[in-house]
């Protein structure tokens, strides 16, 4: 993975539109900036936060493998807020950014699709306690 040419590629890491297709640093930046198109969907179940987002960049490609299949450009993350007992934090000061899970995946309906798969496991982990993974 950390190969004598890994920083070479990761500076030439290749952007995708919603789609999958590639497109500019530029045109990612103005995707990323639209409103809210990055985020795919987001739950709260108990403490646990399952967030899927557009990401616009293959990361396992360009760190893996450059010549690798459909880019993944969409993750579904899990995390878990912080505790608040004194309900002093703010929103987006509670959530722990330790991720639980992570899955990433190419297409908006393989992300949909991820998304509800780890909304299944984590109401396994609310009823069943969560396992170490």
Not at 10 to 15: A, G, N, P
Not at 37 to 57: L, N, P, Q
Not at 124 to 133: C, I, K, Q, T
Request: aromatic content about 10%.
């Amino acid at each position: 993975m950390f190969g004598p040419d890994f920083f070479e590629r990761l500076s030439q890491r290749m952007y995708y539109d919603l789609d999958g297709k590639p497109i500019t640093q530029d045109q990612w930046s103005v995707l990323r900036l639209g409103a809210g198109s990055a985020h795919v969907a987001r739950d709260h179940i108990g403490f646990y936060h399952v967030s899927t987002v557009w990401t616009g960049v293959d990361t396992a490609a360009s760190l893996d493998d450059e010549d690798g299949p459909t880019p993944l450009i969409y993750e579904t993350m899990v995390f878990v807020e912080r505790l608040d007992p004194d309900g002093v934090l703010a929103e987006d000061d509670r959530l722990d950014c330790t991720e639980q899970y992570a899955e990433l995946h190419a297409t908006r309906d393989d992300a949909l699709a991820g998304h509800h798969r780890a909304l299944t496991m984590v109401r396994d982990w609310v009823v069943n306690g969560r396992p170490e993974l």
